[in-house]
């Protein structure tokens, strides 16, 4: 993961442009997507109402949090599960580490959790001497090259088959070059079986955390989740504050917009509720069930009535498909854990915008992504706010690094916009100079970008404002 | 050549800035077009750009005075508010309320956009119009721009016009619903992203075989021609839909 300090967006956006392989593969990739999700929400009318009760569902979650939280954490414990409150990034990982060092657990296998990248768990374990299995298959491969994910719910979508094929045949034992889809698959099987049965503990994401009943929903297609969940004796499972449902009858619903967002499925193979450790009569299951809750700048998020939106996100990464600049550039460019129209809102918000507010100028506010998004984010509306935040127009106090691209130059420019379209006068004066001068104006700055790839524009002799004299229609 | 019509409100126009700056004869092709259907169109002069451009850059108060400008030139009457963009026409329906959400002028704002109404839409939905084609067999394609899709949502309508030239045939680009890479600022604050998506969008043009491709939006032709005339792709032409139905039903 690209740190902050070496975050160079327009390098990063450079070098992914020019690898067309990459262009391909993530072409082919989210065209694929995007026609499964049309499969399935084939109806615009049942889609749009699925959509509604959606989002409503989560701003109700949002609208009472807390309390949620509270009788949320009750029912955990009343499950016999362990509830740990992680503050920051920092926190969670210590507290998985103390849990894993207190049961001596010295190997763990992983099921996909995206909250695990955000706080980037994977590295501190592994600098703390534990041994961490990745067991998700795009996960498995992505860790084998020591990549992050370059997508929300496909995480190895930037290779092809021929580049798997070549990763497994480089670092797994035993396993030969082939691009048969069946034995790459079955080697992993087994390779990972081995790990499940070795490992000392479990950690998962969570996708709902049920608080009627204080269960944890994980959503899974490979059944690794619930290898992970189950046959270790130590199970940890990590879970932002706001991935609550308050109810087991609002699962269906959610459950579908989830799928359907994702995958373009009705259902997924697997679908876990975790409710506590195993009980005295049962022969298996995990010992212990621990419940870490991270914040991390949540409780910051949902303070602001329109950034507070962000936390609806249900993590299905449909934004990104359907985004004409992942696309293009793919998900490590944004040097980020969330990549795409969600990340574009969420981790400025998360890691400051100084310099991750540069992520939000990757769009071109088409309105692809809020016309997907299985809850109704408003994401271009959001991406506005980040960029007023970043020439600090907006609240100071929601977002680190606001005003941090604060500058005379395009103070100005803005300014004398302003001025050329509020004042008639000035605005004639533009026109006009435009009409006779514009061919000269010298290829640089603004100009200079829009000509790399478009020729130079022809400004009119004729503003419409002329036109409209001239040819005598009613004016005043 | 005018019929106004005594029985019909007159319509105000609203020109967007890129037809002041670059497209004046698409612009005055659609006020020919509102006038052939009988409606008198005031036009006032102190008009000039919807605020978009500020809007989407960061820097919403002078978004909100551009805005505010266009508000009050167009209050002296209760006339519809024609615009032939759909971007510009969801920016002052769809976002000037937002703009001034807090601002005690919110309900003279919202009444205002309440008149707004894209050129095609008004065209078709409003004014009934019936064209007959007086045009040579041609080959055309359509880009929708982003805002005229999900914002103005006017599409149906103006494809409902093309679809009445009668010795028109229309091919559907591949990828309709991808944006050609335009964004406004987008396109110079990330222009080796936005030169490949419109390098895609050329190449999805090209590839129906079409000799124009057409657009309600002047932002999205500006950077589609642009692009083609870099290239040197020279046997398709890029054309606003007013001027285009404006020509093929005059011969």
Not at chain 1, 248 to 260: K, S
Not at chain 2, 125 to 140: F, L, M, N, S, T
Request: charge should be negative.
């Amino acid at each position: 993961m690209a740190s902050n300090e070496k975050f160079n967006f327009a390098q990063s956006v450079a070098e992914a442009l020019a690898d067309s392989q990459l262009r391909a593969n993530f072409r082919f990739a989210t065209d694929t997507l995007i026609q499964r999700r049309g499969t399935v929400f084939a109806s615009p009318e049942e889609t749009n109402f699925l959509r509604d009760v959606g989002s409503s569902m989560k701003k109700d979650v949002l609208a009472n949090l807390p309390d949620l939280l509270e009788r949320f954490e009750a029912k955990c414990i009343k499950n016999g599960i362990v509830v740990h409150w992680a503050e920051t990034a920092k926190d969670a990982n210590e507290i998985i580490l103390s849990i894993l060092n207190e049961k001596s657990a010295k190997k763990v296998v992983k099921g996909k959790s995206m909250a695990s990248e955000e706080i980037h768990l994977n590295a501190y374990l592994e600098e703390h001497d534990k041994e961490v299995v990745e067991t998700d298959f795009g996960e498995f491969i992505i860790q084998l090259c020591n990549e992050p994910p370059s997508h929300i719910i496909v995480p190895a979508v930037h290779k092809n088959r021929k580049q798997i094929a070549e990763v497994l045949a480089e670092h797994v034992e035993g396993m030969e070059y082939t691009e048969d889809v069946d034995i790459m698959l079955e080697n992993v099987r087994n390779t990972l079986r081995e790990h499940f049965k070795t490992a000392d503990a479990g950690i998962s994401g969570v996708n709902f955390g049920i608080v009627e009943t204080g269960s944890l929903c994980l959503v899974e297609n490979e059944g690794n989740g619930r290898m992970c969940t189950t046959v270790p004796p130590l199970h940890i499972a990590l879970m932002g504050i706001e991935k609550l449902i308050e109810n087991v009858e609002d699962i269906p619903a959610i459950y579908r917009l989830l799928c359907g967002s994702a995958t373009g499925q009705r259902i997924t193979t697997y679908f876990n509720m975790i409710s506590g450790p195993r009980k005295k009569d049962e022969r298996d299951g995990p010992k212990e069930v621990h419940l870490v809750l991270l914040d991390n700048g949540r409780s910051r998020i949902m303070n602001d009535p329109q950034l507070g939106d962000v936390l609806k996100c249900i993590r299905c990464g449909t934004c990104l498909n359907h985004c004409p600049v992942f696309t293009r550039i793919g998900g490590h460019a944004y040097g980020s854990t969330y990549p795409g129209p969600i990340g574009e809102i969420l981790v400025p918000q998360l890691e400051g915008l100084n310099p991750k507010g540069a992520i939000a100028t990757a769009s071109s506010l088409c309105d692809a992504c809020s016309e997907a998004c299985p809850v109704r984010i408003p994401i271009p509306e959001i991406i506005r706010r980040m960029r007023d935040e970043s020439y600090g127009h907006g609240d100071p106090n929601s977002v680190a690094g606001y005003g941090y691209k604060k500058n005379c130059v395009e103070s100005m420019v803005w300014r004398g916009w302003k001025w050329s379209q509020t004042s008639p006068f000035m605005n004639k004066v533009m026109l006009k100079g435009l009409a006779l001068f514009g061919k000269w104006i010298p290829v640089v700055g603004p100009l200079k970008s829009w000509m790399s790839v478009r020729s130079k524009p022809t400004f009119g002799k004729n503003s419409l404002k002329d036109l409209v004299k001239k040819e005598g229609v009613r004016h005043e | 050549m005018k019929k106004v019509s005594a029985a019909k409100t007159p319509v105000y126009f609203f020109g967007t800035c890129l037809a002041d700056m670059m497209y004046a004869d698409s612009a005055m092709a659609a006020i020919r077009l509102i006038e052939r259907e009988g409606y008198e169109v005031v036009y006032p002069m102190e008009q000039s750009c919807c605020g978009q451009p500020a809007y989407n850059s960061g820097f919403p108060d002078e978004a909100k005075a551009v805005a505010w400008k266009q508000v009050q030139i167009f209050a002296k009457h209760d006339y519809p508010i024609v615009v032939p963009s759909g971007s510009c026409a969801g920016m002052m329906k769809v976002h000037y309320p937002k703009l001034f959400k807090d601002s005690p002028d919110l309900f003279t704002v919202k009444r205002f956009s309440e008149r707004v109404v894209e050129l095609t839409t008004f065209l078709h939905q409003h004014a009934h119009a019936v064209y007959e084609d007086k045009g040579a067999p041609i080959k055309a394609t359509w880009h929708s721009s982003c805002h005229a899709m999900r914002e103005a949502n006017c599409i149906a309508d103006s494809k409902a016009l093309l679809s009445q030239l009668s010795n028109v045939e229309l091919i559907e680009l591949e990828r309709e619903r991808e944006c050609c890479g335009f964004g406004g600022t987008f396109s110079i604050k990330q222009p080796e992203i936005s030169g490949a998506m419109v390098s895609d969008k050329v190449a999805d043009v090209v590839s129906t075989g079409a000799s124009v491709v057409l657009s309600g939006d002047c932002g999205c032709l500006m950077n589609i021609t642009g692009h083609m005339e870099k290239e040197n792709i020279t046997d398709v032409k890029g054309q606003h839909i007013a001027e285009f139905i404006w020509e093929r039903i005059n011969g």
